[in-house]
């Protein structure tokens, strides 16, 4: 009975054994008790395209190392102390660097005791040749390409100064402008709702505007909500992305729509009878158009993709809208920050005009009925046009804190809140103490703010501004140099130009000037063209 015993304890350590890869570390973990887990991503030459492709982060530093390789080893906690600060729940600085490594000495047992090497392909994709070597670039650009030494031009950068945890995480502070240090922690306060944590959780909210503005598009799209009399609402809302949208992409490509949208819903064939073939028309042929780029929208908030890091899939769970149920969040958080974001990006002769694209677009095209309506009550309670960014700005601020009044008091007694991300006055004195005067309760115990609106402008523009920014580098795109042109003054260059294809190129060209140039351009188009008829 004993040798029975001992003959399958043998083989059940046979099978433990050549279940795990040469170079894996659970086997020295078995050995040496619990461990914690490692915050950089482990890729393969299977995971990692996948993997970095979705990646929401805006940067990332892959390095390449030998499990063999003595200076890898003594390296790895170097490399885990700087990843700590940006992978994983709990990171102090998340959607910022995503940080992985690939093993290019990686091997696998096959038949007969076959030895295969698995990431051989991928670490010749990048030219690796020495151990460890560390790569530095946006995600995308690791998933879709490689990279040389001599190659110019490339986004993807070797790191020739990494090799100690400080020295790394200085080399990453030097690229983007920040003061990281390998201190920081996590911001968490028990008094402070998740929504209202450190500010530069906003960063990864440009993945939100992206999805709400997509979003925005096919809910106009699907319910057949262009006609006659908001045509032109639309229309004017577009300029508006076109100058101003926080991602490069966004406006490229609300440029092409906006350069093509007389053939799609023409201005002077809208008849009763025609009516239902135009929008029937400009449904088909906008599907050919993406606003925000081909993978857009991504569902980041109703769904978890399938991805295979758990690295990824925590820094997807902390996307800036996504609510912690499937019907809470999302589209409307994700709409609420690209306006706020819009109102902080324009000039001052621009105020007006910008405020009355948001409030047409929200009164025509914001499909929930009673939201509209209570948001078109305070814009028609505007009784003198705005004349200053930050008389639009703080207006808008303030709408939105009225409305989360209203919806704080009806999900409380409905029960249909966010648990996790309950209604607030924003912004939360801990991330702006300067705002508050002070503070005091009326009779129904409901916080009354005196607010030094001044600050409160100055939190506006730094958080939905300046760090509010598009990870992306499109190679078709300009990069932005910094404030917008006029929406009013045709002789201004915007330096939020955009570069599109050639037709689009030509009417946003003298496009230069932002949301005026766009107007008036478009303008002049529709009067020398004639009207084609492109649907049977």
Known sequence: MSSILLLFLLLLLSFQVSSVSVGSRAILRTLSGPDIPDAAADLNNTSFDEVLKNSPATFSIVEFFAHWCPACRNYKPHYEKVARLFNGPDAAHPGVVFMARVDCASKVYGHGFFKAQINTKLCDRFSVGHYPMLLWGPPSKFASGGWEPKQDKSEIRLIDDGRTADRLLNWINKQLGSSYNLDDEKYENEHLPQNASDPEQIVRAIYDVEEATSNAFEIIVDHK??????????????????????????????????????????????????????????????????ICGKDVPRGYWQEQPLIVSRCILGALLQIFCRGSKPDTRGYSCGLWVLLHSLSVRIEDGESHLAFTAICDFIHNFFICQ?????????????????????????????????VNERLKVEEASLETGDPEFPKIIWPPKKLCPSCYLSTSRNSNSTILVDWNKDEVFKFLVGYYGKMLESSYKDKDLIRDGGSSGSLVDDGVTSTNAVAVPMGAALAIAVASCAFGAVACYWRSQQKNRKPRRIWS
């Open 225 to 290: 909500m262009i006609k006659s009399e908001t045509r032109g609402s639309l229309i004017r809302f577009l300029q508006l992305l076109v100058a101003h949208h926080p991602s490069r992409r966004c406006r490229k490509g609300s440029a092409e729509i906006l350069v093509n949208f007389d053939d799609l819903w023409p201005s002077n064939l809208w008849s009763v009878t025609q009516q239902e073939a135009v929008i029937s028309h400009g449904k088909d042929a906008l599907k050919s158009f993406r």
């Open 370 to 402: 009673d939201c509209r309506q209570h948001f078109y009550q305070m814009c028609s309670s505007v009784s003198s046009p705005f004349n200053k960014t930050h008389d639009l700005a703080l207006w808008l601020w303030s709408t939105h804190n009225k």
